[in-house]
């Protein structure tokens, strides 16, 4: 390891758990660990135990000296005032100015931005984006989660919050989002969760034999519905097709706004490979005016999913310095 390299420093923020980790300029993650957010009643014990361990990283590295700055990926980051904002499954409620807090624990630089967001920045430094001046980022795990580069730049909108696909509405007074009391949003049918929600109305709604019926109904999530679909179960493969039909239109939608080069897809649910991406592809295509079809590619992200979280926010600091 060359010890005068400079390095950058990744934090990524989740529900559950915080991934942090040093990353050099080409994308080596050094060092990397994580601990858990959701046991921090304050946000100042959580940046207390965040620079606790990440000091020791740091040391390890080379020293302070050697770093760079911060890259921060957060739920309801807003990478203008650096603010975390009523992001409903932290534990920390209201506006956090955490960009600032972190800053003045570590004395370095904070760059803050919203998880996708950071995700998408990675892409284009490290992974399938490499290259691309204009493409979508699009996450599929508990959530969905976007993020929109156009002319090189990541569009965040005149308050920070631009691309948010997840919310967009898909199917007009359909299912109930949880979390933003919103119906018929595309994370209420494109996501983990979402899958899991269409299992059950599929269930219900249906006489069809199905090896899911042999499970009880807090044992059938998005993995068990692959499980069976790989099995060439009828109706997982059905709950499959809609998840991509659903998708597919959303992406189209999408690709008529921005006119990108590729759509980067990352997250658990790309694990079931063209029981997703065959329909979504499918109708994305259908939706699509002529003047797009047959244009835009949809690629699965390149970056290991362990690293791609910290990765995501360590580029933060080198797109800063462009």
Known sequence: MNTNEPLAIGVDIGGTGTK????DRIGNVLFSSEMSTKKHKTI?????ELHL????LIEKAGGIGRMRGIGMGAPNGNFYSGTIEYAP???WKGIIPIAKMVSDKFKLDVTLTNDAN???IGEMMYGAAKGMKDFIMITLGTGVGSGFVANGQLIYGHDGFAGEIGHTIVIPGGRIHEGTGKKGSLESYASATGVRLTALEVLDNSKEPSLLRD???DEIDSKAVYDAAIKGDKLALEIFEFTGKILGISLANAVMISSPEAIVLFGGLTKAGDLILKPTRQHMEENLIQVFQNKVKILISHLKESD???LGASA???EKEK
């Open 89 to 91: 499954n932290l534990p």
């Open 20 to 23: 942090y980790g040093i990353v």
């Open 44 to 48: 100042e014990t959580f940046i207390d």
């Open 316 to 318: 933060l600091v080198w």
């Open 308 to 310: 791609a979280a910290i």
């Open 118 to 120: 950071a995700a998408a």
């Open 53 to 56: 361990h990440l000091s020791e």
């Open 215 to 217: 499970l009880n109904k």
